[in-house]
């Protein structure tokens, strides 16, 4: 991992384009209507497309589509097991903290259970299962301004719990933030 925007040897001659994005995840699921059920449901991305009982297309805002769901290899498997390589979560950037907090409250009305709730400096996160096992991060960023920095610059995000009360309650975190600087990096 590099620090700092140093560029690590790669072979490559130029950096990837800073406009460069993902643009979607596509999930293998076990169960299509669930996942809709889940994503659309209690997310509130929209269906864009669907392919029968084998696939949809979802989407934020209009966008074709930014995740992909299928049971082409996986109608009614399992979760791989725990000690696995594969996706770690996916994250679901909300453009504000006013949307998370909807996200959370949306997620309790439902009656899903979160993994974690953690300030990461740079952002606030959610975290959580899907139906599938499959880990979401739900997040909002701080302004690039607010970023937590070492003493020499480089960026120094941390993990800290997120009091859900607080974002729950429309708190503006960005003056408590500017107090609490740099902390230790807890994974």
Not at 68 to 96: E, I, K
Not at 100 to 121: F, K, M, V
Request: overall charge negative.
């Amino acid at each position: 991992m590099s620090s700092g925007g140093d560029q690590e040897k790669s072979g490559l001659q130029r950096p990837i384009d800073a406009q460069t994005r993902i643009g979607h995840v596509h999930l293998k699921v076990a169960n299509l209507n669930r996942a809709i059920g889940f994503y659309c449901g209690i997310l509130g991305f929209d269906l864009m497309q669907r392919f029968g009982e084998s696939a949809a297309f979802l989407s934020a805002g209009g966008y074709h589509h930014h995740i992909a769901l299928n049971t082409w290899d996986s109608q009614g498997g399992r979760p791989p097991a725990h000690g696995t390589t594969g996706l770690y979560h996916l994250a679901v950037l909300y453009p504000s903290r006013a949307a998370l907090a909807d996200a959370l409250r949306s997620l309790i009305a439902a009656g899903i259970q979160l993994e974690g709730a953690s300030d990461h400096g740079v952002s606030e996160s959610l975290y959580l299962r899907d139906p599938d096992d499959n880990g979401v991060e739900l997040y909002c960023d701080r302004p690039k301004q607010m970023w937590p920095h070492d003493a020499d610059g480089r960026l120094a995000m941390y993990t800290r719990p997120l009091d859900l009360a607080r974002l729950l309650g429309g708190a503006d975190e960005t003056a408590q933030e500017s107090k609490l600087g740099p902390g230790p990096l807890d994974l």
